[in-house]
């Protein structure tokens, strides 16, 4: 199944590091990168550096604007493009990238809107050629240990879901300092975010979304909201000097981000540190969603992003019991003498009356409780990043657990946030087939 296949990488930001450590590192024996797309060539040298840090052979790898992106898969002749670039660049880059003759791994999201899902779809069609969105949240040992329950029947068929999701001050916040706070840009946090966590249960049901009803809105940042809280005007930006507000992220504190966003700004002005309670914000930050099945299972939904501490909560619902994962990511979001905030994952104040990590429970009819031991998983994502890299680099062996995310996987994923942001517009609910994304989302 392993073969060295040729990869051109697509968007040299934050995310990409996972791919090139693994092409520098565990996987350098599956994957020879071949070229870089980026368009601000500090981000790209910062790569660049890095990976000949790493020992790999940089002065062979083709390096391209965006503009570019046909001529350096030609040279290279590679086999496969990976697309880490903003959400709202996907769809062409994806489009452009089949015509060219490569096949597609892609972050998620896929793409933003029903639009580009079409002219995605269209490509795949024309070109006959395979586009994987990277569907790292499955991996998780934890996620998998859900799947398994209900695979094994261990509360017969699942009947509803509920699912919160919580992200706290310092990661929810991020979300709004940069390009994600302009809905246009991500297609907001019901697609940007939570097509991980309607991945995950369309994946736990092995089942098809079919109707959405979503409320929410900009309800904690963004300058209205700060105006109507009789909040102190906030500096613009993170990186200044004097006394700094837990909101703020100095990009000068950390190595990594001032030399790919402070340094690199000259290029393109992209702002990493902007003021969460600044002008602009027309991401929601509150989303409830009520989800129906095919199989008539419903989902309610919840995702709030200022949050005093990160994880989520699911529990579902079968005829013959109850499944219950409980993760607490971080506990508390702490800050240090000055006002900053400790970005610590495994923080847990001493006096804090919530535990850290993960619990999951299993609860048949007419029987106790009982804790379903959970697998170790180490590294990012509790340890799906790892798996999900094998996967894509040397191809999924049988999996009984089907975590390898296909084409359809990656569409029905982001068709929730689509007809959750039409129902939001509209205030009615939204039938999925109505969004005619031109794929058969069909089990
Ligand atoms: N699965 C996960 O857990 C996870 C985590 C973080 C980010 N992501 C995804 O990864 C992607 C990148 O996010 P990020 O945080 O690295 O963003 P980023 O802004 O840090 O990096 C994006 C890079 O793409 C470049 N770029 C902009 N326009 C481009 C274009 N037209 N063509 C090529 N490159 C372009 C930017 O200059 C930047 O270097 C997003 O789609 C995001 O949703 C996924």
């Not at 199944?1 to 350098?28: E, F, I, N, W």
């Not at 969603?289 to 095919?294: E, H, K, L, P, T």
């Not at 946030?417 to 969004?435: R, Y």
């Amino acid at each position: 199944m392993t073969s060295k296949r040729r990869y051109v990488v697509v968007g040299t930001g934050h995310r990409v590091q996972m791919y090139l450590d693994a092409m520098a590192g565990d996987h350098r024996d599956d994957a020879e990168l071949v070229g870089l797309v980026e368009p601000n060539p500090g981000r790209l040298s910062v790569h660049l550096n890095r990976l000949a840090e790493a020992g790999l052979e940089v002065s062979s790898v083709v390096t391209g604007h965006p503009d570019d992106l046909e001529r350096v898969i030609k040279e290279t002749e590679a086999d496969r493009a990976i697309i880490t670039s903003p959400d709202y660049t996907h769809a062409e880059l994806i489009v452009r990238s089949l015509d060219a003759g490569v096949d597609v791994v892609v972050e998620k999201p896929l793409t933003i809107n029903a639009e580009g899902t079409r002219q995605i779809a269209d490509a795949v069609q024309r070109t006959g050629r395979q586009v994987v969105v990277t569907h790292n949240y499955r991996y998780s040992p934890r996620n998998s240990g859900l799947k398994e329950l209900i695979k094994n029947g261990a509360i017969g068929t699942p009947l509803s879901v509920t699912f919160e999701w919580v992200l706290d001050t310092a990661h929810g916040a991020d979300y709004f300092r940069r390009w994600h706070r302009d809905k246009a840009n991500s297609g907001g946090l019901l697609i940007h975010k939570a097509s991980h966590h309607f991945d995950l249960v369309n994946w736990w049901l092995a089942d098809t979304p079919t109707q959405v009803y979503a409320r929410g809105g900009v309800r904690f940042y963004g300058s209205e909201n700060a105006a109507a809280r009789g909040m102190a005007p906030h500096p613009e930006r993170g990186t200044h000097d004097g006394t700094h507000s837990p909101w703020e992220l100095d990009l000068r504190t950390d190595p990594r981000l001032k030399a790919l966003y402070l340094d690199s700004e000259s290029y393109d002005g992209y702002q990493r540190d902007q003021d969460v309670f600044g002008p602009g914000v027309t991401t929601e930050d509150n989303l409830a969603v009520i989800v129906d099945y095919a199989q008539d299972a419903t989902l309610s939904y919840a995702l709030n992003a200022h949050a005093p501490w990160e994880g989520y909560r699911v529990a579902v619902n079968g005829d013959e019991g109850r499944a219950e994962l409980e993760v607490v990511e971080r506990a508390a979001v702490l800050t240090d003498a000055e006002g900053r905030v400790v970005i610590d994952p495994s923080a847990v104040p001493e006096s804090s009356s919530r535990t850290g990590g993960e619990r999951l429970t299993l609860q048949r009819h007419w029987e106790p409780a009982q804790d379903v031991k959970i697998e170790a998983g180490t590294g990012a994502h509790g340890g799906g990043d790892a798996l999900l890299l094998a996967d894509i680099f040397r191809g999924h062996a049988d999996d009984w657990l089907e975590r390898s995310a296909n084409w359809a996987d990656g569409v029905r994923a982001i068709a929730i946030g689509i007809a959750g942001n039409e129902s939001l517009s509209t205030g009615l609910p939204i039938k999925i087939a109505d969004l005619e994304l031109g794929v058969d989302l069909s089990r």
